[in-house]
């Protein structure tokens, strides 16, 4: 059972940047694709950006394209999302999840999360 601990959250203002890290556990870590999701209060959680394991190959939410990056370094089992121009609405607890196999739409192995703060 792979183990997702997310890490980097916090407060920034609009017009900052963070940069958040999700870290996997196992040795034999080879999942289709990493996604990071994110929710807001009162509000259901969304999908923000996800990336293949192999090929790097990346999809972004509308909301977020052209101001977040995400990227994974295999050997370190690790997945990582560059978030630059944050708004206030960015505002969320971020989560990252796996989707293991390409025949498997839905992802799982959700970590804790980590909170993200944007003030105006």
């Known amino acids: 059972q792979v183990q997702l601990v997310e890490s980097g959250g916090g407060l920034v203002q609009a017009g900052g940047s963070l940069r958040l890290s999700c870290a996997a556990s196992?040795?034999?870590?080879?999942?289709?694709?990493m996604g990071w999701f994110r929710q807001a209060p009162g509000k259901e959680r969304e999908f923000v950006a996800s990336i293949t394991w192999g090929g790097g190959s990346a999809n972004y939410a509308d909301s977020v394209k052209a101001r977040f990056a995400i990227s994974r370094d295999n050997a370190k089992n690790t997945v990582y999302l560059q978030m630059n121009s944050l708004k206030p609405e960015d505002t969320a607890v971020y989560y990252c999840?796996?989707?293991?196999?390409?025949?498997?739409?839905?992802?799982?192995?959700w970590g804790q999360g980590t909170q993200v703060t944007v003030s105006s």
């Open positions: 999840a796996v989707r293991r196999t390409v025949t498997i739409s839905t992802y799982d192995g």
């Open positions: 196992g040795r034999t870590f080879s999942p289709y694709r």
